[in-house]
């Protein structure tokens, strides 16, 4: 027989205690405030951006630092024309430097476990991760 959590209990849970501040209470924030985390790489992806087709790379980052620990962030970078330096820029910063942008395939798995630091901003409802340096470990 299947048992339905409060059904049976001896002192039922009234739930109805709470229904007034429930109704007033705000949705929590999914968002993780704009600010400087300390991350670690988790997984960098290549893809292909949903609206244009082309292709972006994918950050994963795993944050470490309180009281976000766990949470993550990630960073999308379209690869255009436009936004090659700030791949090259991340790239960098995370200790990777490329000849040619067709060797990137060959290191994503050398952006694994890097540790950074790195600032999230919003702006008009746009969160962005900007790499801000490597740190030790």
């Known amino acids: 027989m299947t048992r339905i ?5 001896e002192l039922p849970i ?3 205690l709470l229904d007034g501040e429930f109704e007033e209470a ?3 924030s999914r968002s993780i405030p704009d600010g400087s985390y300390e991350v670690s790489v988790e997984r960098v992806e290549l893809l292909r951006a949903a609206r244009s087709g082309e292709p972006m790379i994918k950050w994963t980052l795993l944050v470490y630092s ?3 620990h766990g949470r993550r962030l990630w960073r999308h970078l379209v690869l255009s024309t436009k936004n090659l330096p700030w791949l ?3 790239l960098e ?3 990777v430097r490329l000849d040619k942008l067709s060797d990137l395939p060959r290191h994503l798995d050398d952006l694994r476990d890097i540790r950074l630091k790195v ?3 919003t702006r008009d409802s746009y969160e962005n991760v900007f790499f801000v340096r490597r740190l030790p470990g």
């Open 88 to 90: 090259k820029r991340d």
């Open 119 to 121: 600032t999230k901003r």
């Open 26 to 28: 705000p949705v929590a």
């Open 14 to 16: 009234d739930l109805s």
């Open 5 to 9: 959590p409060g059904e049976d209990d």
């Open 66 to 68: 309180l009281p976000f």
């Open 93 to 95: 910063t995370a200790g």
